[in-house]
Structures are given as structure tokens and as C-alpha cells.
């Protein structure tokens, strides 16, 4: 079935570093990949999605390409803010009608 | 304005006593959604609502139900609420062939 991995549980970065969040995937479906962002005690916000293969798509600083030859959507930002401080979610619309199938989550820490 | 919204945003219930959460939507999406968020498991879903009185299983349907009578509005309800339902509960809407759902703020739910 439709599944999404998000292997960092935390990640704890310095102001002004580079930040890569990993999201693999796995579809027999043509898919379709978004990124959403979740301040605290906020609902989850669509952050970006994804366009054709291999295609960069941008969003606030946020990027993310989608490579379906490893079944991957990392996003990245090249250089982190306190406000970044967030529950970043990958999510994946697959095979089922109108689904998303949600990766388990990676909290970004940005610290002064 | 786009929006999803939510009622109540707080809510603390006794064991066995049933809980009716209020969903509404002003964008008339076919499709509307409950989830469920707890912590380290990211967002599950609980139903889909393709439109009117078509609603169909998510993830972890058991111990719930939904009711969908007008397009705009989405309850989800909670017969004889148990103690492991306390969570945070997410309802989202999108087009069925769209791009991204948007959520609502969420209801934070607590049985005692």
C-alpha cells in the first residue's frame, strides 16, 4: 500500500545552517508529493507540493524536488530562522481517491 | 476567505458520555475529512466524506462515526467516549481532484 517515512523524529539546529528534512515514499500510483508545516497549537498548513520529475518547486525559502527514480521529496531551506521552529509533515497522494497518507512528522528546532 | 473551522476548540468529557465535534467550510469541497493526532504518530485519518451521506472508512474508524448532511458541515461523533480517544482532532476539506486539503484549528479532546 501507499506509505511515507520521515526518518527524523527531531532535528536541532544553529540560526542560518542549511536544513534537509528526508521524506521517501513508496506508491504504485503516479504520485503526488506535498510538504505541510504545523506551528504550535496551529493547524497544519500546506508548506509546498510537488510538480513534475526532477523539478524543483519553491516556497518562503522552503524547496523541495521530487526524485521518482529514488522515491524521494527532501525538503530544504539554505539557511534556518527561529520562525521555522515547527512540525514538519511529508505527505503523499497516492492510489486511493482524495487520500493523503501522512509521514509521522519531523520536529524542526531552530535555536539562537 | 478560505476557511475551515471548528467547534468546540476545547472540550473535556467523562468517560461513556458521547462528544460531537462540529466541522463547516465555506468552499464548497466535495471532500472532508477527520483526523486524529497524537503525538509521534503524526495525523490519522479517521473518515472521509466524499460528499453528502458518502463517507467511507479511514485509518482507525473504530469508536467513531460521522454524519455529512450538508456539503459545508462534517460532525464526527464519539459514542460512550474512552479515555485512549483523548486527542487533538484535525477536519480538513479539499476538491476530490485537488491539490491539497486545508485543515481547521483543531479540537482538543480529553476524556476523563
Known amino acids: 500500500g501507499d506509505s511515507v517515512t520521515q526518518t527524523e523524529g527531531l532535528v536541532t539546529l544553529t540560526k542560518g545552517l542549511p536544513v534537509m528534512l528526508n521524506c521517501t515514499y513508496q506508491t504504485t500510483y503516479s504520485p503526488f508529493l506535498f510538504w505541510y508545516v504545523q506551528h504550535l497549537n496551529e493547524a497544519p498548513k500546506l508548506l509546498l507540493k510537488?510538480?513534475?520529475?526532477?523539478k524543483r518547486t519553491e516556497h518562503q525559502g522552503f524547496y523541495a524536488t521530487l526524485h521518482k527514480s529514488s522515491s524521494s521529496f527532501h525538503l530544504q531551506k539554505s539557511s534556518v530562522q527561529l520562525s521555522d521552529s515547527a512540525l514538519y509533515f511529508c505527505?503523499?497522494?497516492?492510489?486511493?481517491?482524495?487520500?493523503?497518507?501522512f509521514g509521522a512528522g519531523t520536529q524542526l528546532i531552530v535555536i539562537p | 476567505d478560505m476557511k475551515v473551522t471548528q467547534m468546540p476548540r476545547y472540550l473535556i468529557k467523562r468517560m461513556g458520555e458521547n462528544v460531537l465535534l462540529e466541522c463547516g467550510q465555506d468552499?464548497?469541497?466535495?471532500?472532508m475529512y477527520w483526523y486524529r493526532q497524537d503525538p509521534g504518530l503524526g495525523l490519522q485519518l479517521i473518515y472521509i466524506?466524499?460528499?453528502?451521506?458518502?463517507?467511507s472508512e479511514g485509518d482507525i474508524p473504530k469508536g467513531y462515526r460521522v454524519s455529512r448532511k450538508k456539503r459545508e458541515h462534517f460532525s464526527l461523533i464519539l459514542d460512550s467516549a474512552k479515555t485512549n480517544q483523548t486527542s487533538v482532532y484535525f477536519c480538513a476539506s479539499s476538491l476530490l481532484q485537488g491539490v491539497g486539503q486545508y485543515f481547521g484549528p483543531g479540537t482538543r479532546l480529553t476524556v476523563l
Open positions: 468552499m464548497s469541497h466535495e471532500t
Open positions: 510537488s510538480s513534475t520529475d526532477n
Open positions: 505527505a503523499l497522494r497516492g492510489s486511493a481517491l482524495g487520500r493523503l497518507h
Open positions: 466524506s466524499y460528499d453528502v451521506d458518502s463517507n
